[in-house]
């Protein structure tokens, strides 16, 4: 047997849904999409993880010859409904980025072991590989109109990882067309924001994920959510996955009835976005990092993503969570929770507005309140 094939069927083995190689020739026009959009996309551009540079492997690692590129099908589970709407269903299968020490990072590691055991060298540089352009070059993937990557059988609920390895591998043949039928607009339609421009096309900027879980203190990026864009978050405190919900390539995946997933039922329990507003590090340990790890370090911008929700859900039955969260020590969390104020309005979260303006002491949380007794 193949080398490669012995690859791929050891990847199966392992998990995961799909398993494909190309080349490690480089994405040239990957590389020009992305500068003619550096306004969009300076963030990730500029970003430690070096994407432009990652579009031709062999930039970082000049040893490079073949890409081995894998799917994991993270839906086979069901999703809590409590959870649905609020977080991701990908930070939920706990399957981006994972660390090694969880179920999905050992997967990956057991492949680069198993890569390594068999004679190839591995690039060990943490670079953003396009994994879309990579999957779908390597047959593994098809392009859907809403950006996302769509294995044959599964849909867009998977999550791509690839290695860079030195070995000369068989490749597989490309799977680069778009295969969404002709007419179709529902992910752009569906948009809360408006942020799928076209098919293809993108702006990060304006896309809810970006906004709930980039906007955290990052080199380059705004921690402000503009207030347009927190209008339109409706509860999701995490990721959103409403292109993808609507899409018809998904429907047979979302219709079918699956067991459930014994962890996320535990954490649905006692997961509330109330908690979540004014938790304590208990509930931050064991309720928020174990599915939502990935991008946001600090307790304080869940509060802040927590308080946008709870303020679009309009429910006067939030006041006084509200009110304990304009004392919570983050200015940013008392910020959020006035503009939740001011959402939700009526006589006393304006109350509780004015009193907090009188003993306010940060200049952007009183921004804030201010707006929000003008919109209460
Ligand atoms: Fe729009 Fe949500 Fe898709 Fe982002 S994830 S493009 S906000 S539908």
């Not at 099908?73 to 399957?95: H, T, V």
């Not at 079918?256 to 976005?273: N, T, V």
């Not at 908690?275 to 340990?285: E, H, I, R, S, V």
């Not at 946008?308 to 940013?332: H, W």
């Amino acid at each position: 047997m193949s080398l490669a094939r012995k690859i791929k069927e050891y990847a199966l083995d392992l998990g995961y849904c799909k398993a494909g190689i190309t080349t490690a020739d480089g994405f040239p026009d990957y590389s020009e999409d992305l500068k003619s959009r550096r306004e969009m996309y300076s963030f990730y551009i500029d970003s430690t993880r070096k994407p432009l540079e990652a579009a031709n492997p062999r930039n970082i690692f000049p040893a490079a010859k073949s890409i081995v590129s894998v799917a994991y099908d993270y839906a086979s589970l069901s999703f809590p409904e409590k959870l649905l709407g609020k977080i991701g269903r990908i930070y939920q299968a706990r399957c981006y980025m994972a660390p090694p020490h969880r179920i999905n990072g050992a997967r990956s590691e057991l492949l680069k072991k198993f890569l390594e055991q068999n004679g190839c060298r591995v690039s060990p540089y943490e670079h953003w590989h396009p994994e879309r352009l990579v999957a779908a070059r390597a047959g593994v993937s098809r392009y859907g109109k809403n950006n996302f990557s769509y294995v044959e059988g599964i849909g867009s609920f998977v999550v791509l990882s690839s290695f860079v390895v030195d070995a000369e591998l068989e490749q597989d043949a490309p799977t680069l067309e778009v295969q969404c039928p002709d007419n179709c607009k529902a992910c752009m339609n569906a948009c809360p924001t408006g942020a799928i421009y076209e098919p293809l096309k993108l702006n990060p900027r304006r896309c809810i994920s970006y906004n709930n879980w980039w906007t955290n203190n990052r080199p380059g990026v705004s921690c402000t959510i503009p207030a347009e864009i927190r209008e339109k978050m409706g509860t999701r405190v995490h990721g959103c996955d409403v292109c993808q919900e609507v899409c018809p390539r998904n429907q047979a995946r979302l219709k079918m009835k699956l067991p459930p997933d014994p962890f996320l039922e535990q954490i649905a329990q006692d997961f509330s976005l109330r908690k979540m507003l004014n938790m304590t590090d208990d509930f931050y340990a064991q309720r928020v990092q174990p599915l939502m790890y990935n991008y946001i370090k600090e307790k304080k911008w869940f509060q802040r993503n927590a308080a946008i929700a709870l303020g679009n859900t309009k429910d006067p039955g939030y006041i006084q969570d509200l009110r304990t969260a304009m004392q919570d020590p983050e200015d940013v969390v008392r910020g959020y929770s006035a503009w939740a104020l001011g959402r939700i309005g009526g006589s006393e979260a304006k109350q509780i507005l004015e009193l907090s303006l009188s003993r306010e002491t940060s200049d952007d949380a009183r921004k804030e309140i201010e707006a929000a007794l003008a919109a209460a």
